[in-house]
Every structure is written in C-alpha cells, then in structure tokens.
C-alpha cells in the first residue's frame, strides 16, 4: 500500500457513524460511495471472513486484518500510521491521496471477487 494508506481511515470510510464496528450493510454503504457496487452476499462475505467473535460485525481490528502484510515488519508499519482524517465535509476516500484511492478500491474489488470465488 501507499505511505499515505492506514486502517485507521479505511474503516473510517466504512464506519461513518463512528460506532467502532460495521455490519455489511455498513460495508455496502461504503463500497458504493466508492464507486463499487457490490451485492449484499458479497458483503456478508467479506465481513464472515474477517468477524473473529462471530457477531456478524467487524470492528477496525477485524477489518485491518485484511489489508495486513504477512510479514510482521510491513504489518506493523501500517498498523502504526496515524490517521489522515480532518473534520470537514469531504468525499469518503478523500483521506488518501489518489493513487490510494485507486489501489484502496482496487483491493476493495479483489476482497470482494475472492471471497465470491471462493464460496
């Protein structure tokens, strides 16, 4: 990922309400204000892969795990960045630069297919 990439307003993207969890349709939400339109199974999906408790929510924990490096030194590297985040009326996917933005969307998609291919 990007230097400017971090879980911290990924999740953000997604949590909007400032909950500390999302639940699909959260995830839904936040795909289409990115420009991708998944389905609500492929939604369900993604967020039965990474919910660890079994409480059909991800927290931002469970969430940046599928954007973790399996090396422990990158995984580490973004789990650390600090938010970007300015309070201000601004796009969603305003909080990266836009080169993230495409590769954030892109990894969005690639979740999405993965996880459809797969069930």
């Known amino acids: 990922m990007k230097h400017d990439f971090n879980t911290t307003d990924a999740f953000g993207v997604f949590d909007q309400r400032r909950y500390g969890s999302i639940t699909s349709f ?3 939400d ?5 420009g991708i339109f998944a389905s609500q199974q492929e939604c369900e999906l993604f967020v039965t892969r990474y919910d ?3 409480d059909k929510r991800l927290t931002q924990f469970e969430f940046s795990k599928a954007f973790e490096a399996t090396d422990n030194y990158y995984a580490s590297m973004v789990i650390r960045r600090p938010s970007n985040y300015v309070p201000r009326p601004i796009r969603r996917e305003d909080v990266f630069l836009p080169g993230t933005v495409v590769e954030f969307v892109s990894m969005m998609r690639t979740h999405l297919r993965v996880e459809s291919a797969a069930e």
């Open 26 to 28: 959260d995830l839904r």
């Open 30 to 34: 936040g795909l289409n204000a990115i």
């Open 52 to 54: 660890t408790n079994g």
